[in-house]
Structures are given as C-alpha cells and as structure tokens.
C-alpha cells in the first residue's frame, strides 16, 4: 500500500488528453513537499518528467504538464502519441514516522 | 552526457551479502547527491536511500525496510557509489537503480542508470 496513491491504469487514443492523478495526505503532498514524475519504460532508466509539481526539465515536451493542490497532483498529457505508452509515478516527501522519500504506486499508460 | 553504470547485481542466498556499485560520468560526482532506488519484480519504484556530498557533510539516510542491513557509500576519487547489502531477505529482489539527486531545493531524482538485478533465492 503505497503512499501515495494513483491509478493503476489509464488509457487514451493519440491525440487526446489524459491525466493521471496522484493522492496524498498531510504529511506529504499537503505539507507543502515537492511532486515530482517518472515516466518508466520497463527495461529502461526512469526518466524525470515534472519537477516541482511543474517543472520540465530541459527537452522534455509540453505536451506534459504538472499540477499541485491542496493534498493532491496531477500529469496532464496532451496530443497522446504511441511513444508515451509506459509507467507513470508521482514521487514525493512524508514527514510522518518514516521521515521518508515516497512513491506512488505508478500507473500504467495505455495508448489504444 | 550524464551517465550512471550499474552493477554487481547477481543470484545470492538468504542472509548473504552483495555489493553493488556505480560508476558515475559526465558530471562532477563529488558535487553530486546520489541515491539508490529500487523496483521489485511487478511492484512500483520504492527508495532505498541517499547520501550527502562531503561538502554537506556525506551523511546518508536509509529507508526503513533497509536500515541497519544496508550502507551506502562513495568513492569520489573513482566517480563510483557503493550500496553495500547484508543480511539479504527474499523481499530485497529488485532491479537496483543509482540516481542523482537534485539538492538545489527540488530533491528530485534527475539521472537515473539502467538498473542492476539482485535476486535473493535458495
């Protein structure tokens, strides 16, 4: 059970939109900590998306977009392409007991 | 370019040992935050843990699950971490991933390397 929780999968045709979100409580998300996101092709290195809750790194599209309110996140991605098949995780910060780095549970994008 | 070399994963018995290293390039490694991540075969990613560079004092942190079984260290004279594992469980099998770690205020984690596999078997 993850901390962070997402959904475990979601699914578009290329060109839409869709957004994964990623819930949190008050002892990470809503305690002001950073989000950031993963994308994740199995067999391959992570790969950075977002950074504090809106960031892109350098070359990665914007077509990917970040949000952050109140004890919850979200990815947005537009214009899906077939390319953007892959996993998805928030990650953050717990400041309860653990006092630790915390994951999602990642979610699974399916272009149809 | 950035890159980060996994490796030393392998088969090893319940309560063995393994070390696993990563050969960092690229950048400036002794200027770096690094840490250890890992995935489990079917799970999500999960943190292992970090440490700090010399300059902010090279400490390290650890996740509960690996605390007092697992030390992490670095050798900035060879670019290279270290995630030395003892007293292995079955639920320690994973792909190990070194990444850097933003320490500007971010603390994300920026580079990643492609992953060295540990599997804890009889």
């Known amino acids: 059970q993850s901390v962070l929780t997402q959904p475990p999968s979601v699914s578009g045709a290329p060109g839409q939109r869709v957004t994964i979100s990623c819930t949190g409580s008050?002892?990470?998300?809503?305690?002001?900590?950073?989000v950031h996101w993963y994308q994740h092709l199995p067999g391959t290195a992570p790969k950075l998306l977002i950074y504090g809750n809106t960031n892109r790194p350098s070359g990665v599209p914007d077509r990917f977009s970040g949000s952050k309110s109140g004890t919850s996140a979200s990815l947005a991605i537009t214009g899906l392409q077939a390319e953007d098949e892959a996993d998805y995780y928030c990650?953050?910060?717990?400041?309860?007991?653990?006092?630790?780095?915390?994951f999602g549970g990642g979610t699974k994008l399916t272009v149809l | 370019e950035v890159q980060l070399v996994e490796s030393g994963g392998g088969l090893v018995k319940p309560g063995g040992s393994l070390r696993l290293s990563c050969a960092a390039s690229g950048f400036t490694f002794s200027n770096a935050w690094m840490s250890w991540v890992r995935q489990a075969p079917g799970k999500g990613l999960e943190w292992v843990g970090r440490?700090?560079?010399?300059?902010?004092?090279?400490?390290?942190d650890y996740a509960a699950p690996v605390k007092g079984r697992f030390t992490i260290s670095r050798d900035d004279s060879k670019n290279t971490l270290y995630l030395q594992m003892n007293s292995l469980k079955t639920e320690d099998t994973a792909v190990y991933y070194c990444?850097?770690?933003?320490?500007?205020?971010?603390?994300?984690?920026?580079?990643w390397g492609q992953g060295t596999l540990v599997t804890v078997s009889s």
């Open positions: 990650q953050s910060y717990d400041s309860s007991l653990s006092r630790s780095v915390v």
């Open positions: 990444t850097t770690v933003d320490s500007s205020g971010w603390y994300s984690f920026d580079y």
């Open positions: 008050n002892s990470n998300i809503g305690a002001g900590y950073h």
């Open positions: 440490i700090k560079t010399k300059t902010d004092g090279g400490t390290t």
